[in-house]
């Protein structure tokens, strides 16, 4: 490690505030990306979860110094023992609760949030090691972190364009018009797996709708199947999911 940093390493003024701006730099830094994309999570938010981090962090390695030294004697007398990284421990799992609030499943079956989610995680993990005092590690994984959501997502979106499965979900007019749905996708030279079907209500004022697991041969690419379905007269929306 760099012997450079080591004066801020140690728990000083001004390694604390150090510590806690370049968790509130790096933080917004990733959070200023999903903002810039509407997600649930944004600047304010992964700022936060990082700064916080980073302070659980710090007050692990407080209480460590202090019962190694202020409080040596008396945790003698005692005879009790504390284990200082519960406090990380509780960080990564507490984590966890404001990840799932992000996270939901539409009206189409589709999964949204999980980016997000993830990445609040890992602000945290990042927050932790930035009050740990490993700033090599921090400023990697930084980078690791703002590749993976700001210059990966077009790449990701070519791998899921040359997959053979994908996911449709299709809405039409009545059910009678799945036979149709199902005649077409075949006929483009994919095979269906699973079809999932929600019958429309006048209630919920819902037409019917369907979410289509098909695999596609090496030579169909995903808009040409789309493109196929979107021509029947009674199909009223379809995406990919």
């Known amino acids: 490690m760099l012997t450079a940093l080591d004066p801020l390493r140690q728990l000083n003024f001004a390694s604390l505030l150090f510590r806690l701006a370049l968790a509130m730099f790096f933080g917004g830094m990733i959070g200023m990306e999903r903002e810039?994309?509407?997600?649930?999570?944004?600047?304010?938010?992964?700022?936060?979860?990082?700064?916080?981090?980073?302070?659980?962090?710090?007050?692990?390695?407080?209480?460590?110094?202090m019962l190694n030294t202020t409080f040596y004697e008396t945790m003698k007398e005692v005879g009790r023992t504390t284990d200082v990284s519960r406090i990380g421990?509780?960080?990564?799992?507490?984590?966890?609760?404001?990840g799932a609030g992000t996270v939901i499943v539409t009206g189409r079956q589709e999964v949204k949030g999980?980016?997000?989610?993830?990445?609040?995680?890992?602000?945290?993990?990042?927050?932790?090691?930035?009050?740990a005092g490993f700033y090599e590690c921090v400023v990697l994984a930084f980078v690791l972190i703002f590749l993976c959501i700001r210059l990966l997502p077009p790449l990701e979106s070519m791998?899921?364009?040359?997959?053979?499965?994908?996911?449709?979900?299709?809405?039409?007019?009545?059910?009678?018009?799945v036979g149709a749905i199902i005649g077409r996708i075949k006929s483009q030279g994919a095979q269906i797996y699973?079809?999932?079907?929600?019958?429309?209500?006048?209630?919920?004022?819902?037409?019917?709708?369907?979410?289509?697991?098909?695999?596609?041969?090496?030579a169909v690419h995903h808009a040409q199947v789309m493109a196929a379905i979107s021509e029947l007269e009674n199909v009223t929306t379809i995406d990919e999911i």
């Open 36 to 65: 810039r994309k509407r997600r649930p999570a944004g600047f304010r938010t992964y700022m936060l979860v990082c700064l916080g981090a980073t302070l659980a962090a710090i007050v692990s390695q407080y209480n460590f110094i």
């Open 89 to 98: 421990a509780k960080v990564i799992g507490g984590i966890g609760f404001l």
């Open 114 to 131: 999980l980016t997000t989610a993830a990445g609040l995680w890992a602000s945290a993990c990042m927050g932790l090691a930035i009050g």
């Open 159 to 177: 791998m899921v364009e040359r997959a053979r499965n994908m996911n449709l979900y299709v809405e039409f007019s009545s059910l009678d018009d």
């Open 194 to 218: 699973e079809v999932d079907i929600e019958r429309g209500t006048e209630e919920s004022h819902h037409r019917p709708r369907a979410v289509f697991t098909i695999r596609l041969d090496h």
